[in-house]
């Protein structure tokens, strides 16, 4: 089973459209992430959230917002996609109660046209 | 906030030989120090991690040592293998957050 889960595993649209990722975990961890990698596979932290609390990375454009419907799922919502969002973004999740590794989807490869 | 830096980017061994991977971190509150390694169209996959109170921690051909004082931790493979070519990534962590270095692609030469 995996453990976590992306969809789509390819994305590709336009300028100015609005699009949703969604990530899946059955690990039953509590805090799941957003993660940004580029074309020099920088990985950028995006968000964190639990139940509890939302940290946004401040160099997030607010056109990014994600939206978990229960614990196991967070979903990644862009709107007005620029050239600049080409990336692949990775979801990942761990327990928060304690320093504990994150587990990792296999990504979404996001193309802007 | 955290800042992590990783050397070297770029890594070439021959199949046999040991990979040296080095990341400093500047936050001494950081206490969690995980590896990944990423093959091509994969997410990172953790492959071996310590925590502050410990200075060294090895599985198999894999090794990881943390100097706290310096602010420096390492991974160490030995008896590379073809199958070791991949990105390695560091991390620090620090209530929960994870910062991770720039990424580290070996290449193991059979």
């Known amino acids: 089973d995996t453990a976590v889960s992306q969809t789509p595993k390819y994305l590709v649209t336009q300028m100015g459209n609005d699009k949703s990722i969604k990530c899946e975990q059955n690990?039953?961890?509590?805090?799941m992430y957003w993660y940004k990698q580029d074309s020099k596979k920088f990985l950028k932290i995006m968000f964190s959230?639990?139940?509890?609390?939302?940290?946004i990375n401040e160099t997030v454009p607010n056109r990014f917002s994600p939206k978990s419907p229960d614990k196991a799922h967070l979903n990644l919502h862009i709107n007005s996609l620029e050239l600049g969002d080409s990336a692949v973004y990775f979801c990942?999740?761990?327990?928060?109660?304690?320093?504990?590794?994150?587990?990792f989807g296999d990504g979404t490869r996001l193309s802007i046209l | 906030g955290e800042n992590v830096e990783q050397h070297p980017s770029t890594l070439s061994v021959q199949e046999g030989d040991s990979a040296v991977i080095k990341c400093t971190y500047s936050?001494?509150?950081?206490?969690?120090f995980p590896w990944y390694k990423q093959e091509l169209g994969k997410g990172p996959q953790l492959i071996i991690d310590?925590?502050?109170?410990?200075g060294e921690k090895k599985d198999q051909r894999i090794a990881v040592t943390l100097n706290k004082t310096a602010k420096h931790f390492s991974l160490h493979i030995t008896e590379t293998q073809p199958e070791d070519s991949a990105v390695y990534f560091c991390?620090?962590?620090?209530?929960?957050?994870?910062?991770f270095g720039t990424g580290t692609s070996l290449t193991v030469i059979p």
């Open positions: 990942a999740s761990s327990q928060a109660y304690r320093e504990q590794p994150q587990h």
């Open positions: 690990l039953g961890h509590d805090t």
């Open positions: 959230y639990n139940n509890k609390e939302l940290i």
């Open positions: 936050d001494s509150a950081s206490n969690y």
């Open positions: 310590i925590r502050s109170n410990v």
């Open positions: 991390a620090a962590s620090t209530r929960n957050q994870f910062y």
